[in-house]
Every structure is written in C-alpha cells, then in structure tokens.
C-alpha cells in the first residue's frame, strides 16, 4: 500500500456574520452602486395606493418609490404640484 500523508490541519471556517453585519454590508454596497435608502410610514390612502400600483405593475418597493419621487419632481418643475395635490385631496387619495 501507499504511504498517505495526514496532516493534523483542519480545514479554516469563516466567521459568521450577525445580521447587523450583513445589512451594513448590504447598504454599503447599495450605496457604492449610487443608490439612497429612504425611510418612511404610509398613510392608509397611500398605502391602498400601493397595493394598487403594485398589482398592475409587479414593480418592486423600489421602483415604485422611485418613480413616485420622480413623478412628483416632474408635477413640481412643471407649475403642476398644486394641482396634483388637489387632485389627490378631492379623490380622497
């Protein structure tokens, strides 16, 4: 028979990372690709919104929030955000 070597090496492990690790990570990354994170809470009107643009679209959180924020600027640079904001108020939305 052969004479095999063993060695009495064991094989490194990684370190776990805990999840706050893991998202800081996560958001770095985000952030290095050009991207913000915004927070917020919806109102049930802009929530029921949501779920409306959501199903029609199958757009994700993200895409939807950014297009939301541009459409809004577009209603802002165009004299139209008063307008848009009574629209808004007189559909209850």
Do not use: F
């Amino acid at each position: 028979m052969k004479n095999v070597e063993q060695t009495n090496e064991l094989p490194t492990k990684k370190v776990a990372m805990s999840n706050a690790e893991k998202q800081k990570r996560y958001r770095e990354r985000q952030k290095e690709r050009g991207l913000q994170e915004m927070r917020g809470y919806m109102s049930p009107e802009a929530k029921d919104c949501y779920q409306l643009i959501s199903e029609q679209t199958n757009w994700s959180d993200s895409v939807i929030l950014s297009n939301a924020v541009r459409l809004t600027y577009a209603a802002y640079k165009n004299g139209q955000i008063g307008l848009l904001n009574n629209w808004l108020k007189n559909n209850k939305l």
